[in-house]
């Protein structure tokens, strides 16, 4: 049984945690920045499902956006601020955690 | 740059991905079954978010409450499902994708 005080879904943040948040930072720490219609396609989400979590993010400070005119037409570039690297890191060693708890003890 | 096509953010399933999910399913697989309260107490949520969760992976077919009473008071023990050990188990392979890749790129 798991010790009552730290099993490792405890330590999972849901503001980046949630699925289409954990897939813009991890490509954000990957690719350093990454445009709006990128992020969109790659992750199979809407326009509005994206926006709504990138303000989420940026809310949070995790993540920082670049509004520009690119041959007269909004190009929105999307970058992970040095907090969210810092946060999305602490995701993945708490998933790391998870993973290997998993695998130690598995029955499946 | 990512492989538009192949995401492992695309791959994860929200009904496992949520936190508390994914904890429950956790405990479940490792401890073969686990009652409420301890759920409740291991995760660190109120008996109306475990509820709701719960009901989540009932109606996905992923866990099964079984409710008894000893001692004259209720108890409910939750079970994974063999559905539920496979889809987290399929939870599990994507976010070890998604922590390989950081790990391979990983510039933080």
Tied chains: 1, 2.
Excluded at 30 to 55: I, K
């Amino acid at each position: 049984m798991a010790d009552e005080s730290s099993h490792p879904a405890v330590e999972l943040d849901e503001t980046v945690h949630q699925r289409v948040r954990l897939g813009v930072l991890a490509i954000l720490v990957e690719a350093d920045r990454a445009n709006f219609t990128y992020l969109r396609d790659t992750l199979g989400v809407t326009d509005g499902n994206l926006s709504a979590h990138l303000n989420v993010l940026v809310n949070a400070g995790l993540v920082q956006l670049d509004k520009r005119f690119v041959e007269g037409r909004p190009r929105t570039w999307v970058r992970a601020t040095p907090k969210g690297r810092t946060t999305f890191r602490a995701e993945v060693e708490a998933l790391d955690r998870l993973v290997t708890r998993y695998r130690a003890s598995a029955k499946v």
